[in-house]
């Protein structure tokens, strides 16, 4: 099959029939074990269809978001009071107040969580995790200014904050995933008795994300689970999120697992390891993404289908224009890695100092590729993986493709 695959480069990709083997099978929902990885990804090296060397801007850091050289924020809690661990009624926390967060505090269904401009949450560095959890059903309408951003942080943060100092937001919504069990739901990794995130509601609301901060988060959940900045779990497209930072995290900055809400300017700034990632269906659209590193991090984005099975569906597939993703000095990894059988759509991609700038890895995510850019004769494009206006700078390998699973 690979002699085939060298034929065909050979003649033009105008005959292009390759695919006619890689129907799903009749009873589930994975290719056809006939298809060859290696003679796709070495056809789309030889053919490649994407160009690395467009004129992109990407998108600018704003003014409202801090370097991520920047040391922390350091807040006064001489009258700081504590959240409760279980907020089942609304609350709202005044404007330019501080409060300490101590363990877990998880929202109830029904109830609202309202945070306005300026307030600072503070974590103060004593035993136990903390994080704050949107439960289904429950909302968060935390309004920040640019002027006046609200900020989660730890004690002392400018001399004291490091990475994984505290554990960061999850939201958990009813919008599609596609991991679900019967119901169309799943657990997510911070659980509890009765937790769950995902169903049937794309237009979902759990609330409002606007002018927020968070610095230092990312702290182990198990052996090899850590929290990320912001955790969107089935979170629908009722939900807005604006002009969000996640800052020196242990882990990622923003992270999706399936759901359907939209996002844009988000700024992830020296975090632990990707700084965008999605997995498990996410369909959203995210416009204006700035990713920057300079002690640490792995890549600038991951996207991710499903692990267990890179065919499911729905197939993760989020529209992302105007992005910037900049690496530290000796990051060795990719600025962007699209793999597991993801579909994307990507518009305005800037792609700076990383090694390998872009990489398309396992076998479905490769088809997505090709019966994009190569269909079948007679077959219109299928529009499911496509990239306009990619600029890669100062990297060893723009492009890379490689097959398995």
Known sequence: MKNYFKTLAVAGVSALTVFSSCEKSENNNTPNPELDGEALAQFLTENNPINANGEASGWDMPEWAVDADYEGTQTDVSNADTLPQVIDQNLTLAAHSTWFLKGGVHVKANATLTIEEGVHIVDPDEDGVSYLMIEQDAKIIAKGTAENMIVFTTEDAPTKGKPGSWGGIIINGHAPINNGDDTGRAVPEVSGPGIWYGGNNPSDNSGI?????????????????????????????????????????????????????????????????????????????????????????????????????????????????????????????????????????????????????????????????????????????????????????????????????
């Open 209 to 405: 994300l606007e002018f927020v901060r968070l610095e230092f988060g990312g702290n182990q959940i198990t052996a090899d689970k850590e929290h990320n900045g912001f955790t969107f779990n089935g979170v629908g497209n009722g939900t807005v999120l604006r002009n969000l930072q996640a800052h020196k995290g242990a882990d990622d900055g923003f992270e999706w697992f399936g759901g359907t809400v939209n996002a844009e300017n988000l700024v992830s700034t020296d975090n632990g390891d990707d700084s965008f990632d999605w997995t498990e269906g996410w369909v959203g659209t995210a416009e204006n993404l700035y990713g920057k590193n300079t002690t640490q991090g792995d890549r600038g984005l991951e996207g991710d289908n499903n692990q267990n099975n890179n065919a499911m569906e729905p197939f993760s597939f989020p529209t992302l224009r105007n992005v910037t993703l900049i690496a530290h000095s000796g990051n060795q990894s990719q600025g962007l890695k699209l793999r597991e059988g993801t579909k994307v759509k990507l518009e305005n991609i800037k792609v700076e100092g990383y090694p390998t700038g872009v990489s398309i890895e396992h076998n479905i995510t490769l088809v997505h590729v090709h019966e994009t850019y190569f269909p079948e004769e007679g077959k219109e494009p299928a529009n499911s993986f496509t990239v306009n206006n990619l600029s890669v700078s100062d990297a060893q390998t723009p492009i890379e493709y490689k097959a398995s699973r």
